[in-house]
């Protein structure tokens, strides 16, 4: 993971390490979930500069971090369920309103890009399971195991005791210790703005570790685990699925920011709102909200510490930045 280099600020935003006085930043073209939205940034950000569009952006971007074995929680590498088996969630949204998503898809890394296949090239918006699996060959992706030797060794260990429950992620990158020193899912969300100024959205994880056979979070669900309006700005979500499904977090966020409110604001409103409804069935989980209105303005928030989100701008500048949370 890259080292930090923002440090919390009110709202969510950053200040630059060893500056004397706060710094307004430059508006932001993509933002993304976690430490490792630093390298998803960066190919987004390619490809806005060679003139692709806001979906080529994040769609560039979530393949990144798909297909890097060494990250637990999202493709290639992701950690399997309880029954060993890694299945993949993702959806994209786009300046358009078009919608594609696949939940519990197997043998494909590139989630992201097979559910913007089915928003370019079906009827629907969502596959599943083997229909998922089965389009996503038709149309020429590859098949593989998903399930790296360093996963299934974390799926064997966990079998020792079978004890599952969400976790608050640590401070490595946003990742939950599990059982056995292993490393728990998160999700990558990704926001971008293309030289068109038209924005777009993706969400791709492997979900929940040790997660039940057929379970599906919040990440291929539009207007849960990601949302765009842009007339607005776009919203996403990562943490424990369940909790962000129940007020419906990405959505909610894009209609307060229709209101008036900033994008750290229209964030915390809705994990307040989470808390409210859920009180201390929450106070163990994580759940985090990150925004980016149509003039670039980013914000997050967080149920727990630790939350952390890629900012870029046009000139190629990322800064890593740790959000507010409610249960600091």
Known sequence: MATR??????????????????????????????????????????????????????????????????????????????????????????????????????DVVHAVSVARAVMEKTPHWMLVGTGAREFAVAQGFPTQSLLTPEAEAAWRRWLETSEYAPRPNSENGGWASMPGGENNHDTIGLLALDQAGRMAGACTTSGMAFKMRGRVGDSPIVGAGLFVDDAVGGATATGVGEDVVRVAGSHAVVEAMRHGMDPAAACRSVIERLARLRGTQVAGHQVALLALDKAGRAGGFALQPGFTYAVTDAAGETRIVRAGALFA
């Open 5 to 106: 280099r923002g440090l919390l600020a009110a709202g969510g935003l950053a200040t630059v390490a060893g500056s004397a006085r706060a710094q307004t930043p430059s508006p932001a073209v993509m933002v993304s979930t976690w430490d490792f939205g630093r390298a998803a940034n960066a190919a987004g950000l390619e490809r806005r500069r060679a003139g692709g569009s806001a979906l080529d952006m994040v769609e560039a971007g979530g393949r990144v971090v798909e297909a890097d074995g060494g990250n637990g929680s999202v493709g290639f590498g992701g950690m399997p369920d309880r029954d060993g088996r890694v299945t993949l969630d993702a959806c994209v949204m786009d300046w358009a309103g078009g919608i594609g998503a696949v939940a519990a898809l197997e």
